[in-house]
């Protein structure tokens, strides 16, 4: 059978150590690795146009220091510590804590909005990056200033356009490129150092805090700036089923912390060292002949992150999907290589969008700044609380120790936010906004798949009753094998009796299947199915499917023979149900513009038989009305 297929669990990320870090580089550490074509720029500019010696170190301090506890203490040494089956990021960590180990809807509410609020970093993340790399035109040559934009756009335009025939062919150049990105940066950065080594003094972390305590409302608009040096901390741990927490570690200790360090502290450097802040100061240590190389590399690493966010965007709609927070979205698997290798249409033409209209409205990358670390911000702030869970029922601290290490990531994160909040009427409104709707969407949609479980259950007939009236009224039984698809955990499907009574006849042979979607990524082979004879010819059976695999119902039929089951699988017929949504008259049901949002959204959904991959030619679909 294929990778990932029903009779395959999940394998550990496998491969050299050296290896899986080197490709850790190109899909986890590009967001936070190209973060310095801008942070700085965006600091100094909060700090004042002419930022004393005192203001410099101190926002180098802030900076060094906010890397160091949010992303290498909370996310690399706690987060990373806590993984449902291996997988990482806000929505395993929500499955695992709100639905796996106890039913809490609100733990639920608060992972899924945590979610959303990605989808607004993955929007902002290519438009900011590639805008920061293109403005060092604006250095090379001041005359093509005004095609920064339209370049931006096209290169843009191009990513997105390209994203169905996926990244197969070239991702294996992202890890590379990437490496030497970070080298580049840091020896940039030892550049900047030498000239002005005394910047090391930033080390000291009473610096940053006499910075931020002692000036007042520009203190706490630099917190906001500087916010933006771990905007892609997050991806470290929703990456981690990808790699393995081992080789990211080593990714972020040997390679991306310490460019990160030198280059920030080498800008530091130049500022204090008397270099003009006007423009970019990332680009200004560059020596001038090899400004446009590296603006040339500039433009492919930011390329190559915003990838890896759109691609990261991929992964969360599926996981939403399998968890049943978002309806079946037509899912294109780009190549055979990896899992994760994955298109899906409506998710990228939005992104698309979005990143567009941010791209042409706001201009510079300057003004979207504003716009961005919100969602990031608030999208951690979410964590730590669920950390803190975590911390209480999976390692089982104390709650004095559980409340302490959570509080502490709690004032910082809390801190974060509240300065992001000022950047809300200025453009932080775009990704809440867009992570309401996408919240909205994934509320509305579980309550209606809700209602029509809720309306299903209400008819159901045991298998032996149904099975016994079959006989009493004589209905032929008919050569071959039917399939049906249920929800019903152990009932006669209503699809079933509904083909009974249309059709007036039943075959010899009758599967009848289940498919649950757990709160786990990957399900071993051995858990994956069970089935039992009901009653002579009658087979029930369980499919179980981790969230992060791919249904694939007839190579899991194909090892039901060895489960004792013996139908004919040569001649099987598959019957599915198409349910169209229509109002309760009894005034019981959703509301009604819920009903209306929820039964478009069922419309458009992908086929049952698509998302199942039921060969088309052996398909029976029976529509059915269900009042929401």
Known sequence: MSENSTSAARQAPQGRLTVLGLSALGIVFGDIGTSPLYTFKTILGAAGKAPDAGAVLGALSLVLWTLFIITTVKYVLFA??????????????????GVKKKNRPTIVAFGLFGAALIYGDGAITPAISVLSALEGLNMATPALQPYVVPAAVVILLLLFAIQSQGTAAIGHLFGPVMLVWFVTIAVMGVLGIARHPAVFAALNPAYGL?????????????????????????????????????????????????????????????VLDGMPTEGNIFFRLCPDPLLLPLILLATIATIIASQSIITGAFSMTRQAIQLGWLPRLRIKQTSSEGYGQIYVGVVNWLLMIVTLGLTIGFGKSDNLASAYGIAVSLTMLMTSVLLFIAMREIWGWSLIAAASVAAFFLIIDGAFFLANLTKVAEGGYVPLLLAIFVYGIM?????????????????????????????TKQVPRVPGTAVFLTRTEQDTPPVMVWHVKHNRALHEHVFVLRVEILQRPWISSSDRLTIEEVVPGVWRAHARFGFMERPHIPELLSVSKLLGCTI????????????????????????????????????????VSDFFRLPNDQVVEIGRQVAI
């Open 80 to 97: 990373m510590r806590v993984d449902n089956d291996g997988e990482g990021g806000i929505l395993a960590l929500m499955a695992l804590l």
């Open 210 to 270: 006499s910075y931020l305590f002692s000036s007042g409302m520009t203190g706490f608009l630099v917190l906001g700036a500087v916010f933006l040096c771990v905007t892609g901390a997050e991806a470290l741990y929703a990456d981690m089923g990808h790699f393995g927490r081992r080789p990211i570690k080593l990714a972020w200790f040997a390679v991306v912390f310490p460019s990160l360090i030198l280059n920030y502290a080498g800008q530091a450097a130049l």
């Open 443 to 471: 509320w509305i949609w579980h309550r209606g798949a809700a209602a029509v479980s809720a309306w299903i259950r209400a008819s159901l007939i045991p298998i032996p009753q149904f099975m016994t009236e079959i006989a």
């Open 568 to 607: 004919d699988l040569a001649d099987v017929t598959y019957y599915v149900g198409h349910e169209t949504v229509i109002r309760r008259q009894d005034g019981q049901g959703l509301p009604a513009w819920q009903e209306r949002l929820f039964a478009v959204m069922e419309r458009n959904a992908e086929h």
